[in-house]
């Protein structure tokens, strides 16, 4: 298939405050994840991406399993979706991310970053 284009480099979410900004954002529910969305502002055309899971999906297998499909579904559709100096955290839905057929979680996330950017 090849490589995606590079659009802007893709860092990841490291620090509690960046989180907490990103619970003040916008943010679109799927069936199989909930995608919170800001823009930064600060002039960088880096997207960061931050990916998270309760306890209410599972246990530490289950969570782990949920956050590498959304680090995976991330990874083929950033490059082709986001907005350079946006930030994004893909957070995991009980039952769903770690379950859903992948081709459907990469469709979700897709719909949610449309729907995103298309609010004012």
Known sequence: EGTPPAVCPILTLKKRADYLA???????A????LVQARDRQDGF?????????SKKVGNAVA????KRRLREAARHVL?????????????GR?????SQPFAE????????????HRAP
């Open 105 to 116: 979680l990469i469709h979700h996330l897709e719909r949610a970053l449309t729907k995103l």
């Open 45 to 53: 055309d880096t997207v960061r991406v931050g990916f998270t899971c």
């Open 79 to 91: 490059p082709h979706h986001a907005r350079p100096g946006w930030d994004y955290a893909l957070i």
């Open 63 to 66: 969570r782990n399993r949920a």
């Open 30 to 33: 799927m069936p199989s994840l």
């Open 22 to 28: 990103l619970t003040r954002a916008s943010r679109q």
């Open 94 to 98: 009980t039952g769903a991310t770690g």
